[in-house]
């Protein structure tokens, strides 16, 4: 019987045995560390240092706090071990790493845990899940009509657990609640394609968060909260919610798209048949004709996401802020190897020395160039 | 409080959704019943780089960490003397446990991260394979028959409980057993059956057990036609279907269990025989390479 | 066997009476936690690792009454010493008799110096388990959950360092092996905070004169110090090493 080609790739490491007694272990994050130039002059904190002994008209930030001394003055005290950050009256002391910490504008990607009765329950990776209200979507009418109680019935129709969304951060409950919504095209749920999780630290608030290959026909949406979503573009990635096919269209050719060039409107059949049921209960129509056959990711598509994919793990891997640029000059680095063998520790080391000089630049200030 | 009520049968189902949903499934099954492509860019047969470190305890006999795509085993082999059963007098004892790094809490709440093998289960299979169906030579730790054998502790703790542990934990297990060192002994007076031991002081008078034919376990998931080794947590959830074979270096099976997680297809007898086709071929690739690999490490 | 060399005055192992093993650490260890640390203290080996903060699930309903009865720290923590630590493999995957006891130290330690209003509803999970035993178990668990926790960024206000102390004619001994531990000798394991020396859990084992109480407490202050020193050191290394290679 002919058999089907196995790759397996075994790497055996003895111990040295220095005095019988010493274990080595493989360490992650030294072993990446080597190599690389010190930072610049950042000064580092560990939990209980003083910040600042007098702390008086200064605020507490993340990763700080007041204590007040027996002689009334206030000492600002480091809580977490990071390097220090000053922002006008706030001191920010930034750990290496830390849970995703929402903040009012980012664009996340998370998951339906959970669907209650006015609002679902999102898993972002935060500390505490966040909140999507039913009135922070839009729905069939438009966002300005009052919710009612059948809306309050369909909830599972729109969306139900185990959905995935892209969405921004409207505000922070008091209780440490996010609270999401939906009101733009380019969120909403999110069909065909794969998520990957990397170090929320390294996806960072204010660059592209959708990137468009239009060359590899391949999309990504970058949630600040670590979350990336990659999906093949022919396919159109955020259904709005509730919202007809043909108001979607309308929609479409309203609003701006800076990073999105091409906005590709279609539904599938399915889609279009779920909200046309529900729309016919409530006299809304659908415009069956834009919900146009879905494209297959072919296999070309698949190599390219999954080029980017792995790119994205070594970046990930290599404590690189992960971005349409940085992910770019990976890929072409990386294009002489076949998209799997950049699992291979091997060649994912070569692939990120060949990047180097790219991601940093001439400048030898450690930082990465924008 | 009525809607309350309606709500509740609802909360249960949702166990099932955990994890992925059916979009991403399906985008992921795509790709490989159509184009043999997994999401990370691996055909369904090429595992991810293994890496294998001996001797990394050093208060036991043999050690060994493995680590496999997500998982991440170390095995610890220790030695006792015993008295053999009276059952087998000429074969000694194995002894596996399996336990987690991980907190009791986290694993009992297994509602997102559940990574469909407990400890229970990867310690009956370790154990079906190297105790129950021999393949660990039980004869080889013998020392003086029906009065002294060895006794072989294998402590398998799994540091990161990915999705290819019974595969890491296995390769983990025979590693260890390579690493082990027996010391040799002396047998004293024998009267009445009776007999005492002793240990040389020289700690390089030792000998080494032959793991050639120790066999080592490979564990596949069908996706539609298609079988996936060393999957990701994605592909698992995606699965219909899962296969643990246990096979030496000579194609011999020593343990197969086939599992339809939920699905309601079952294995029709010729896909069987090519998944045992492929997978102790599998062991074989496995073993020989690490047969290699061991000697020159 | 003396513990005290009479000739050289030195430990078996070569150590002065107050001085404490070599320690070292690898952060980022297990990869699926939020924050882990393989600590050495010597011969002792702990893995430390530490979930959250996350969810605690449907905690914020109106059934008030109940949530009283939970801790609001919402902070879990676990011991556990492998079968396979110690030099004479335990029999069956017995736990340490000590390990909830031990669990429970490690958690009033911490929690008096985490930000109970800053995890609300959040559940934080540390697990320290035991790789290679030899001697100051619980000192080391309570110095590795500290460095997890760091790792994971979880906010606390100082450190916590453990170190434990024997004393034999007079002599302290600290950060005791396992052959020192096996001597039924007076025994105590304090938990501090680093900076201001605070003792938070204080453990004690096998009967001893309350005269001896004062030098063996000062004995173990010190040592918790040189703990506090080389720890500090690690961790300002590892921040600056791991430190952002990008700034904001």
């Known amino acids: ?140 009418s438009g966002e300005l009509r009052r919710k009612t109680e059948e809306d309050i019935g369909f909830m599972r129709g729109y969306l139900k657990e185990g959905d995935l969304i892209s969405a921004e951060v409207q505000k922070q409950s008091g209780d440490g609640h996010l609270l999401l919504h939906t009101r733009s095209l380019r969120y909403g749920r999110l069909v065909h394609g794969m998520l990957l999780h990397v170090q929320p630290k390294l996806t960072k608030r204010g660059k592209g968060h959708f990137v468009s290959y239009e060359t590899f026909g391949v999309h990504l949406i970058i949630g600040v909260n670590g979350a990336i979503w990659i999906a093949p573009t022919q396919r159109q990635l955020n259904i709005p919610l509730g919202l007809d096919a043909g108001e979607q269209l309308r929609q479409a050719a309203e609003e701006d798209y800076p990073e999105e060039q091409e906005m590709y409107v279609c ?7 779920k909200f046309g049921a529900k729309a016919d209960e409530q006299g809304y129509v659908v415009s069956a004709t834009r919900s146009t056959a879905t494209p ?52 994912a080391g070569e692939v990120f020395a060949a990047a180097r000089q790219d991601l940093w630049g001439d400048s030898a200030d450690g930082t990465v160039a924008d | 409080m009525a809607d309350w009520k309606l709500e509740e049968p609802e909360a249960e189902d949702r166990e099932d959704d955990a994890g992925i949903n059916e979009n991403e499934k399906k985008f992921l099954s795509d790709g490989i019943i159509d184009h043999d492509y997994r999401l990370d860019g691996r055909g369904p047969l090429d595992y991810r780089t293994v890496r294998i470190e001996l001797g990394v305890v050093s208060s036991a006999t043999g050690s060994a960490k493995v680590t496999l795509g997500s998982s991440s085993v170390l095995a610890t082999a220790k030695l006792s003397i015993r008295t053999p059963g009276k059952i ?90 390579f690493d082990a060192k027996f010391p040799n002994l002396t047998v004293l007076e024998e009267e009445f059956d009776q007999c005492e031991v002793e240990f040389t002081d020289d700690p390089f008078d030792f000998w080494q057990m032959d793991v050639t034919r120790v066999p080592t376990i490979a564990s596949l998931h069908k996706i539609g036609p298609v079988f996936l080794v060393d999957v990701t ?45 492929t997978s102790s071929s599998l062991c074989q690739e496995i073993n020989s390479r690490l047969m290699k690999l061991l000697a020159s490490a | 066997m003396e513990l005290i060399s009479p000739l050289t005055g030195l430990r078996r192992d070569g150590r002065r009476e107050d001085e404490i093993r070599d320690i070292k650490c690898h952060f980022g260890v297990a990869k699926d936690a939020d924050g882990s640390v393989l600590f050495e203290q010597g011969n002792t080996k702990i893995l430390a690792t530490v979930f959250g903060p996350s969810d605690a699930g449907e905690n914020d309903d109106d059934d008030g009454d109940l949530d009283l009865l939970e801790d609001p720290s919402g902070l879990e923590c676990e011991f556990k010493l492998s079968a396979f630590s110690q030099q004479d493999r335990r029999t069956g995957q017995g736990d340490d008799p000590r390990a909830d006891e031990y669990s429970e130290y490690m958690e009033m330690c911490y929690k008096v110096v985490m930000f109970p209003h800053k995890n609300e509803n959040s559940v934080v999970k540390v697990t320290c388990q035991v790789l290679q035993a030899d001697g100051s178990h619980l000192a080391a668990a309570l110095t ?9 960024g979880i906010q ?5 360092v453990g170190c434990t102390t024997t004393i034999i004619d007079g002599k302290a001994l600290v950060d005791i092996s396992s052959h020192e531990e096996l001597q039924r000798l007076p025994q105590v394991t304090v938990g501090v905070i680093a900076r201001s020396g605070e003792i938070i859990v204080m453990d004690m084992k096998n009967r001893f004169h309350k005269d001896l109480l004062n030098p063996i407490l000062a004995a173990s202050l010190a040592g918790s110090g040189k703990i506090f020193e080389e720890v500090e050191a690690i961790v300002r290394e590892h921040v600056k090493n791991s430190a952002p290679n990008f700034t904001t």
Request: charged share 30%; proline share 3%.
């Open chain 1, 267 to 273: 539904m599938t059949a399915e889609e279009a048949g």
């Open chain 1, 296 to 347: 297959i990711a072919t296999l070309e598509v698949r190599k390219c996401m999954a080029r980017i994919r792995n790119c994205i793990e070594i970046l990930n891997r290599e404590q690189v802020p992960i971005h349409r640029e940085t992910i770019r000059i990976l890929y072409d680095a990386s294009r002489k190897y076949e998209p799997k063998e950049l699992l291979q520790p091997a060649a």
């Open chain 2, 233 to 277: 947590k994605e592909e698992m959830m995606t699965a219909d279907a899962s296969v643990v074979v246990a096979a030496d270096i000579n194609r011999t099976i020593y343990y197969q269990n086939t599992e339809c997680g939920g699905s309601e297809c079952g294995f029709e007898l010729n896909v069987l025989e090519e998944l045992v086709e």
């Open chain 3, 156 to 160: 606390i206000k100082d450190l916590i």
């Open chain 1, 1 to 140: 019987m002919d058999l089907p080609q196995i790759n397996i790739e075994i790497v055996a490491v003895r111990t040295p045995d220095s005095g019988g007694r010493d274990v080595e272990m493989e360490d992650v994050q030294h072993g990446h560390a080597k190599g690389r130039r010190a930072p610049r002059n950042q000064e580092v904190f560990i939990p209980g240092d003083v910040v600042m002994d007098n702390a008086e008209g200064w605020m507490d930030g993340h990763g700080s706090y007041c204590s007040v001394l027996p002689d009334k003055r206030v000492e600002m005290l480091a809580s977490v071990a990071g390097v220090r950050q000053i922002f006008t009256r706030v001191v920010v002391i930034n750990p290496l790493k830390s849970r995703y910490a929402g903040e009012i504008g980012d664009i996340v990607v998370g998951r339906i845990v959970q669907v209650g009765r006015k609002s679902w329950t999102v898993d972002v990776g935060a500390q505490r899940h966040a909140v999507l209200s039913l009135g922070a979507i839009n729905l069939p």
């Open chain 2, 88 to 177: 087998t007098p000429d074969e000694g004892l194995i002894e596996i446990s399996v336990d987690s790094s991980l907190p009791t809490s986290r694993r009992d709440n297994d509602d997102e991260e559940d990574m469909g093998m407990s400890e229970d289960e990867v310690k009956q299979i370790l154990e079906s394979v190297y105790r129950e169906s021999g393949g660990i030579d039980k004869r080889r730790l013998c020392i003086v028959k029906g009065s002294k054998c060895w006794e072989l502790f294998f402590d398998v703790i799994i540091f990161e409980k990915g999705t290819s542990v019974m595969d890491a934990a296995s390769l983990a297990i025979k590693a260890a057993l």
């Open chain 3, 144 to 152: 590795a959950g500290t460095l997890a926790l760091i790792d994971a």
